[in-house]
């Protein structure tokens, strides 16, 4: 007899959020990088005695908080889904 597929919880109510998961995943990568290639620059400029060019301090100060406040969002994003899901198998 061939076994049933299991379904996850989160397989359930993940296609709703999808979208919204893709572009926060999106901004928090796109943020990451472009941060730490700020930094790298910022130290060859440095260390090149050449002056910083202020725009890409600004990136690399605000770079990687941006991309962590990317993760807590997808972090609670993850747990509102995993409540939806859990409820949703309580009440079958």
């Known amino acids: 007899m061939p076994e049933q597929p299991v379904t996850t919880a989160s397989a359930a109510t993940s296609t709703a959020h999808r979208p919204v ?3 926060v995943l999106t ?3 796109l ?7 700020a930094l790298v620059a910022i130290l060859v ?5 050449v002056a910083v060019w202020p725009p ?3 990136i690399g100060l605000w770079g990687l908080p941006v991309a962590f406040i990317g993760l807590v969002i997808m972090l ?3 747990v509102r ?3 939806k899901a859990d ?5 079958a």
């Open 81 to 83: 889904d995993r409540r």
């Open 56 to 58: 890409l301090m600004a």
């Open 27 to 29: 901004i928090t990568v």
């Open 76 to 78: 609670l994003i993850a």
């Open 31 to 37: 943020a990451a990088l472009v941060s730490l290639i």
């Open 87 to 91: 409820r949703a198998i309580a009440g």
């Open 45 to 49: 400029e440095y260390f090149a005695h």
């Open 21 to 23: 998961r893709a572009t």
